[in-house]
């Protein structure tokens, strides 16, 4: 067994898991707030797919990167699955096709730039800040 934990990286000591400050996004009437509140301050949506692998790995290495504290940024949780009507009316408000895992940055009401899957790892998000 000892073997095997060096080759996967296993060890017997608990990582601290890094905790951002997510806002859920869980409704309908937080879309018009959101694009009320990003003429002072970038909102920032993730849409997740919770049943998804690959959604869950780059979920994973953005918050191991993220950076920024909460008052830089508004950031937002969207669980697609849970909420597809939330997810399909931000499409339509912020006019952006769906995709999953996918990230938006919104300023003045409209998104300035938007991902998915890896790509969203390679955004420059301090461009926006």
């Not at 000591?13 to 937080?30: F, S, T, Y």
């Not at 979920?59 to 940024?73: I, L, N």
Request: glycine letters at 6%; charged letters at 20%.
């Amino acid at each position: 067994m000892g073997l095997f934990n060096k080759i996967f990286g296993a060890s017997g000591e608990a990582k601290e898991e890094k905790m951002l400050p997510w806002i859920p996004l869980n409704a309908l009437q937080q879309l018009d707030l959101i694009k009320e509140k990003s003429g002072s301050k970038t909102q920032i949506i993730f849409k997740h797919s919770t049943r998804c692998g690959i959604s869950s790995m780059v979920m994973k290495q953005f918050v191991d990167a993220y950076d920024f504290t909460e008052k830089d940024a508004d950031l937002y949780y969207l669980d697609l699955l849970n909420f597809r009507d939330v997810s399909n009316e931000v499409g339509y408000k912020f006019q952006v096709m769906h995709q999953s895992p996918q990230l938006l940055v919104i300023r003045n009401g409209v998104v300035v730039a938007h991902e998915s899957h890896g790509a969203i790892n390679d955004m420059d998000l301090s461009a926006f800040i």
